[in-house]
């Protein structure tokens, strides 16, 4: 059915639109993205998260006496457990909304995306709700990595790097 259009009064087929044009009146009609200050945000609050993971670990070391390699586990899941409870407050989402990409740092951001899912879908039980759905997410993420370590693995092997440790 025709429709008239604010601006020229010209009426438009809208049945007739084909792909091609679409992509233009919707391109024409996008806001424009500030990429600079979405850089900078989140270069700045990833790099803030990194040193917060950093001076955990560095307390760990201080207090417990640890080395650094005994101190990462822990480092990791404390990490884990401030993200899971800003995420149930709702203080990570909002931060999430100005930094973008930099809440994203792959600890942090792999613990909101599940415990988001948990949330949202909790009123559906704990199986068929949590359960499936949070693990949605986490199971693509788990078969690339083990899928990525494995061509690593051989790529080792094949140079020579790898095997006959035991």
């Given at each position: 059915m025709p429709a008239k259009t604010k601006r020229s009064g010209v009426k438009l087929q809208l049945d007739s639109l084909n792909n091609q044009v679409y992509k233009q009146i919707a391109k024409k009609h996008e806001p424009s993205r500030p990429v600079l200050k979405?850089?900078?945000?989140?270069?700045?609050?990833?790099?803030l998260i990194c040193v917060i993971g950093q001076a955990i670990q560095?307390?760990?070391?201080?207090?417990?006496h640890m080395n650094a390699k005994e101190a990462a586990s822990p480092t990791v899941a404390v990490m884990i457990l401030l993200s899971v409870i800003l995420t149930c407050f709702g203080v990570y989402d909002k931060l999430?909304?100005?930094c973008g990409a930099g809440t994203a740092v792959p600890v942090t951001g792999f613990a909101n995306s599940m415990c988001s899912a948990a949330i949202e879908h909790r009123a559906e039980g704990i199986v068929l709700g949590v359960g499936a759905n949070m693990f949605k997410l986490a199971g693509s993420v788990i078969v690339f990595g083990v899928v990525a370590a494995f061509i690593i693995g051989i790529v080792y092997i094949f140079l020579g790097h790898g095997g006959g440790h035991l």
């Open positions: 979405n850089c900078f945000r989140a270069f700045l609050s990833g790099g560095e307390m760990f070391m201080a207090y417990f999430a909304q100005w």
